[in-house]
């Protein structure tokens, strides 16, 4: 049996709910982790999830902003209830399908200065990541466990459009890279996306709306992220690693500035 998961930040679900059904249509996702919903439990647009095949749901919403959810064709079964966020947004959902652990996560931007003393929004980020190492520690790293979402860090030097200009800008700078880097070694975590696609190469997942053509700018981040514990080693890369970003779906009409990214699972 194949699992194939994608994750999307989709920028108001109630917005983009068509945009999301004609992607699920298209890529035959089993399980959608989405994030930025932008509303509450009860606005989620059920019906639209339901019609297209998706009747199990995991939503964490609130008012106007963050917000997170899980959709899937399989039965979701309880995961554990993640409490990382200092401020108390709805930033993390977890369930579990085909018993595997999927914990879905919208970590903060971090605002525009990456200075802890002087930003709280940055305070909040790092904050965030400390939590989640702390939590990736206490696993066992046997379990089959995912963590992924929008990770608002964009980590290797092929994931922001320039190394070099991006290294005092939020979501790139060293401290930020540290902190992703010290979550994924607290996990023994694998990147499925760069086990599919070499480092060597460009690959974004987010462009900004200020740019009339995303395409020819090109100035992207790979912000969006699927990472697996050793227990899912095996089912994940039995066949080599099958994950992509979906860039295409970028260039639709009233886009998220995100793509979905999609991994697939032997199980």
């Known amino acids: 049996?194949?699992?194939?998961?994608?994750?999307?930040?989709?920028?108001?679900?109630?917005?983009?709910?068509?945009?999301?059904?004609?992607?699920?249509?298209?890529?035959?996702?089993?399980?959608?982790?989405?994030?930025?919903?932008?509303?509450?439990?009860?606005?989620?647009?059920?019906?639209?999830?339901?019609?297209?095949?998706?009747?199990?749901?995991?939503?964490?919403?609130?008012?106007?902003?963050?917000?997170?959810?899980?959709?899937?064709?399989?039965?979701?079964?309880?995961?554990?209830?993640?409490?990382?966020?200092r401020e108390g947004h709805a930033r993390v959902v977890g369930a579990r399908v085909s018993g595997i652990e999927v914990q879905n996560f919208y970590i903060p931007a971090g605002g525009d200065t990456p200075d802890p003393e002087t930003n709280p929004k940055f305070a909040h980020k790092l904050d965030f990541f400390a939590r989640l190492t702390a939590e990736a520690r206490r696993r066992d790293p046997a379990e089959a466990l995912v963590i992924t979402g929008d990770l608002?860090?964009?980590?290797?030097?092929?994931?922001?459009?320039?190394?070099?200009?991006?290294?005092?800008?939020?979501?790139?700078?060293?401290i930020e890279i540290e902190a992703m880097a010290a979550l994924c070694?607290?996990?023994?975590?694998?990147?499925?996306?760069?086990?599919?696609?070499?480092?060597?190469?460009?690959?974004?997942?987010?462009?900004?709306?200020?740019?009339?053509?995303?395409?020819?700018?090109?100035?992207?981040?790979r912000l969006d992220h699927i990472w697996i514990s050793p227990g899912l080693r095996g089912p994940a890369l039995a066949d080599g690693a099958s994950a992509r970003v979906h860039d295409e779906v970028r260039a639709w009409e009233r886009p998220s500035d995100h793509a979905p990214v999609t991994a697939d699972f032997r199980l």
């Open 185 to 221: 070694e607290a996990g023994g975590f694998t990147d499925l996306v760069r086990e599919a696609v070499p480092e060597s190469e460009k690959l974004f997942s987010w462009w900004s709306y200020r740019a009339a053509d995303f395409r020819a700018s090109n100035r992207g981040l």
């Open 152 to 174: 608002n860090v964009a980590p290797g030097e092929n994931d922001v459009w320039s190394h070099r200009q991006m290294l005092k800008v939020v979501s790139h700078t060293p």
């Open 1 to 85: 049996m194949r699992l194939r998961l994608a994750t999307w930040n989709v920028n108001s679900v109630r917005l983009r709910a068509e945009q999301v059904t004609r992607f699920a249509r298209e890529q035959d996702p089993d399980v959608l982790c989405l994030q930025e919903i932008k509303c509450r439990e009860g606005e989620f647009p059920r019906a639209e999830f339901e019609a297209a095949g998706y009747p199990h749901m995991r939503i964490s919403g609130q008012k106007g902003s963050h917000g997170v959810a899980i959709v899937s064709r399989l039965p979701l079964d309880d995961a554990p209830a993640l409490d990382l966020c």
